[in-house]
């Protein structure tokens, strides 16, 4: 038997598996995760959209489980509303659920009839104003997947361009598609909000799954971290995203998925980079990043922290796949004469995955003209997700 029970704000799953070892499951995924304001502007609320679920499939929307301070993020708890796109057309905003049945959830602030105005409300940092929404920062700060909000960020947080937010699902509900938007005023009905133009920047969150038991072998945890959909008959955009990978010997616990709590006693980390980005609609060549991991005897919790970025580099200007080869430091001239190579697949010059953050220059493999970049290929940060598994 397998039991699911996932919370808002931080996936969490307990699984319970009849023979062989028991396994405990605590995820976070779309539960559980930060995400940076890139509209441009302040935005004033957030909302998630989920395709092929009812609202009675919702058991939490953070932050509900901080039930007696729902004031933990600056807009407090959403609201829900069920739509039905399968008989009706849908409005302009969200004609991509066109033919499906889901759910909004939407946090906002509220109109004063004058101005946005989220309010901290009564909570550890006083009764204020969080300003009037969620500002923009034009270079955030990394935050490790659950900090935005009053007990990751303290008296930062305001002032921070990002917010954290999460859905649980009840046992045994697969949802369907996801969309992030931010919400932000619409220019030409004042106290209205409207989706920004494009969908936040954040990737989807990777999911922990705990492979079937094998009799004699230890437990694997199976983590796959993917680029978003891509609809469109060209390469979709392209991510970093860094994993750190902490094993403990004390088991994952919803309170501690947080910045500084993470880092439990007894536990070592592994750090990997990978570049992520989906192909055409409907070709292969994903790059995308796959782990299975052999839990060590006497450890009983892998957490992950998924940090995300903006991929900055080349890419090919006719089929927008990114392009890592052929890169090379200084100038133009050992761009020609290829001296000082920096990097080769997207990889550092031992061979492995990493962002280049010096500028560099390359050759566009399509029309075959040199490219500066400056910089290097490690662009704006976007969020983070955070997610464990207990095994147990």
Known sequence: MIQKLKWAGITTSLGLF??????????????????????????????????????????????SNFSTTPWVIRYGLPTVKSYD???????????????????LITWAATWSGSQWVAPYGDQPFGATVAGNGTPYVANPTYTNGDSCWYYGLGNEYPSSGCDHFGISFAAGVSPGKLTYHWKIPDPSNPGHLINAGSE??????????????????????????????????QFGPAYWVKTTTFY??????????????????????????????????????????VENHKIPRNYVQVT???????YAGAYDSETNEVDCDGAYYGTEANLLAETRPVQTGCQNLAGNPKPYTRSYWTLDPATNVPEFIAGGNLGKYLGAHINAVNVQ
Do not use: M
């Open 304 to 310: 992950k922290q998924y940090e995300y970025w903006a």
């Open 200 to 233: 936040a920047s954040l990737p989807p969150s990777p999911v922990l799954t705990v492979n079937p038991p094998v009799a004699g072998q230890p437990p694997v945890v199976h983590a796959v971290a993917e680029a978003p959909e891509n609809p469109e008959p």
């Open 18 to 63: 009849a023979a062989l070892p028991v396994y405990s499951q605590v995820i976070g995924s779309y539960d559980n995760f930060d995400c940076f304001n890139d509209t441009g502007e302040v935005a004033e609320g957030f909302e998630i959209d989920v395709e092929d679920v009812a609202s009675t499939d919702l058991i939490r929307e953070f932050p």
């Open 85 to 103: 796109y399968s008989t009706s057309r849908p409005d302009p905003e969200h004609a991509y659920d066109a033919g499906h049945k889901g759910v």
């Open 248 to 289: 403990g010997k004390q088991a994952a616990q919803l309170d501690d998925l947080q910045k500084g709590n993470v880092k439990l006693a007894k536990t070592w980390k592994v750090v990997s980079w990978n570049l992520l980005q989906r192909p055409p609609a409907g070709e292969a060549g994903e790059r995308d990043e």
